[in-house]
């Protein structure tokens, strides 16, 4: 698995499963470029992998501007020379019960959790489709596969994820290049942390494995599928969820 003289793009990768995820990936001697919109935050993760074997850089980026896409996308490029793997990890939620939801709460979850995916594997392909090697993994939700109360929006986001990242595959295969999806379960983040311990104490007991993942654990399965030795793997949903979705 290691990733020497490869270079990857990160999205969403301030903290929680996209830090874990940049870190997990600069440790197998990846090139990385981590984005996100807070630069204190992204100044942390590039300090956080000052004794790993691969080299960190973070770049500014706000998934749902089609113009902040390309010219990043442009940047990573100008900097490293190449772009191999893109991870998409970026986005959000606004959850709130499907009668009561604004058509703008459902339109910008759709925009940061779909949209921005389609657009930045779009502009990354450019490159991988002319080297004839890529791995693009976009990180789903088991939300996309059994729906969540409150969260239609986001569930129908990752539900988009899955079939995009299906098509992707089908597309881009011929070209050596890759596209499958990470769905992680209940994971303990910063957006995890904040439920109540009611809904924690609730959550744990339909858990198989009777615990939350940790980031650590969703980076090393994208490392893997980063990686020459996942190869023949493409079109896939590896969730990762302790045997919820099960």
């Given at each position: 698995?290691?990733?020497?003289?490869?270079?990857?793009?990160v999205?969403?990768?301030?903290?929680?499963?996209g830090?874990?995820?940049a870190?997990a990936l600069?440790?197998?001697s990846c090139?990385?470029a981590?984005?996100a919109?807070n630069?204190?935050?992204l100044?942390?993760?590039?300090?956080?992998?000052k004794?790993?074997a691969?080299?960190?850089?973070a770049?500014?980026?706000?998934?749902?501007?089609a113009d902040?896409?390309?010219?990043?996308v442009?940047?990573?490029?100008?900097?490293?020379?190449r772009?191999?793997i893109?991870?998409?990890?970026?986005g959000i939620?606004?959850d709130?019960l499907?009668?009561?939801?604004?058509?703008?709460?459902?339109?910008?979850v759709?925009?940061?959790n779909?949209?921005a995916?389609?657009r930045?594997?779009?502009a990354a392909?450019?490159?991988?489709?002319?080297?004839r090697?890529g791995?693009?993994?976009?990180?789903?939700?088991v939300?996309?596969?059994?729906?969540?109360?409150?969260?239609?929006?986001?569930?129908a986001a990752k539900?988009g994820v899955?079939g995009?990242s299906?098509s992707?595959?089908?597309?881009?295969?011929?070209?050596?290049?890759?596209?499958?999806v990470?769905?992680?379960g209940?994971?303990?983040?910063?957006?995890?942390?904040v439920?109540?311990p009611a809904?924690?104490?609730?959550?744990?007991p339909l858990?198989p494995m009777r615990?939350f993942?940790?980031?650590?654990?969703i980076?090393?399965?994208?490392?893997?599928?980063a990686s020459e030795v996942?190869s023949?793997?493409?079109?896939?949903?590896?969730v990762?969820?302790?045997?919820?979705n099960m």
């Open positions: 698995m290691d990733l020497n003289e490869k270079v990857a793009l999205t969403g990768g301030s903290r929680g499963i830090k874990a995820i870190l600069a440790s197998k090139k990385v981590v984005c919109r630069e204190e935050k100044a942390e993760v590039v300090q956080a992998s004794e790993l691969g080299e960190v850089e770049f500014t980026l706000d998934v749902t501007s902040e896409i390309e010219s990043t442009e940047a990573v490029l100008k900097r490293f020379g772009l191999d893109l991870v998409n990890n970026a939620t606004c709130k499907m009668p009561t939801m604004e058509d703008d709460e459902f339109d910008k759709i925009d940061a779909l949209k995916v389609f930045l594997t779009r392909s450019r490159f991988m489709m002319r080297a090697w791995r693009v993994i976009n990180i789903g939700s939300a996309g596969i059994m729906g969540n109360p409150g969260q239609c929006n986001y569930s539900a899955i995009f299906k992707v595959a089908k597309e881009l295969a011929r070209r050596n290049i890759t596209c499958n990470v769905a992680p209940f994971i303990e983040t910063d957006m995890t942390d439920l109540p809904v924690k104490e609730a959550v744990t858990i615990r993942g940790r980031s650590e654990e980076a090393e399965v994208v490392a893997f599928l996942s023949y793997i493409t079109g896939q949903v590896i990762v969820d302790g045997g919820l």
